[in-house]
């Protein structure tokens, strides 16, 4: 997989994730956690240009991946990302 498509990987996990925190359906959030995180891992060499991006978005997933779904500012920053690195993957 490119790095475009493991961003947008990453993107549509962050999307399905701020939906079930913003429903309360938690039940399947740590197993999509996980799958993001092994998207992550799996980015090597990211694009200068990207780089600020994926360093602010690595700092805003540790700090989710510390907390309990909830349904107002945990799905509100998925959904940002989710937005953010879809419009940016390009840049990967």
Same mark, same amino acid.
């Given at each position: 997989? *490119? @790095?475009?498509?493991? $961003?947008? =990987?990453?993107? $549509? =996990?962050?999307?399905?994730?701020?939906?079930?925190?913003?429903?309360? /359906?938690?039940?399947?959030? !740590?197993? +999509?956690?996980?799958?993001?995180?092994?998207?992550?891992?799996?980015?090597?060499?990211? @694009?200068?240009?990207?780089? !600020?991006?994926? =360093?602010? +978005?690595? /700092?805003?997933?540790?700090?989710? /991946?510390?907390?309990? !779904? =909830? !349904?107002?500012?945990?799905?509100? *920053?998925?959904?940002?990302?989710?937005?953010?690195?879809?419009?940016?993957? /390009?840049?990967?």
């Amino acid at each position: 997989m *490119t @790095n475009q498509d493991l $961003v947008l =990987n990453i993107a $549509v =996990n962050l999307s399905r994730l701020g939906r079930w925190s913003y429903e309360g /359906k938690t039940a399947r959030i !740590p197993q +999509f956690l996980s799958d993001t995180q092994i998207y992550i891992g799996q980015l090597h060499q990211v @694009n200068p240009g990207f780089r !600020p991006t994926y =360093n602010r +978005f690595l /700092k805003d997933f540790l700090y989710l /991946k510390s907390l309990s !779904p =909830n !349904p107002s500012d945990w799905s509100d *920053t998925a959904f940002t990302w989710a937005a953010i690195l879809t419009h940016r993957a /390009k840049l990967a």
